[in-house]
């Protein structure tokens, strides 16, 4: 049965470690979406991931060029933002799946643009506003996903799961 988690992340450091422990977790050929409002610390969360595996300098959001291309040593990372895409099919314009392969660990955030057209996600993780910081719900949609849920080291963070 896939599962999920939820987390309450205080401030910006904890979003760029969370995204640290995600990391850890995934592995190349692993899709990720993450949805939320703008401000949520979706691109945050990505920093950290990409900071953690040695992508040094600013990790800007991919809102214009809608997705930026990280060829690392171990796997590379595709960072997909689809807030600006106005049509789902404009993904096959991205050469969307081409970026789909085993070496590629993909971040797609706004995943709700394109609606119908994205498919092999592994994990969903969504994030929102909270009076004590963001709320972080990951949902496992594949075994991958479940156990990329399983491995994260949340040790640090508050685990809310059990308020759902």
Same mark, same amino acid.
Not at 6 to 10: A, K, N, P, Q, Y
């Given at each position: 049965m896939l599962g999920s988690k939820? /987390? /309450?992340?205080?401030d910006?450091?904890?979003m760029r470690a969370l995204g640290a422990s995600l990391i850890a977790s995934a592995g190349a050929g692993t899709v990720i979406t993450l949805q939320g409002e703008l401000g949520t610390g979706k691109t945050t969360l990505v920093r950290g991931a /990409?900071?953690?595996c040695g992508v040094s300098g600013g990790v800007r959001?991919?809102?214009y060029t809608l997705v930026e291309f990280y060829p690392l040593q171990e796997m590379s990372i595709a960072h997909f933002d689809l807030y600006r895409l106005s049509d789902p099919e404009e993904l096959e314009y991205l050469g969307y799946r081409d970026y789909l392969n085993p070496e590629t660990l993909c971040f797609i955030e706004w995943p709700e643009q394109a609606q119908g057209? /994205?498919?092999g996600v592994d994990l969903e993780i969504r994030l929102a506003y909270d009076s004590a910081g963001r709320r972080v719900e990951f949902q496992a949609k594949t075994s991958i996903g479940q156990e990329i849920i399983d491995r994260l080291d949340t040790g640090q963070f508050q685990d809310t799961s059990s308020n759902f």
């Open positions: 939820s /987390l /309450l992340i205080r910006e450091a904890e /990409l900071h953690d959001s991919p809102t057209y /994205l498919q």
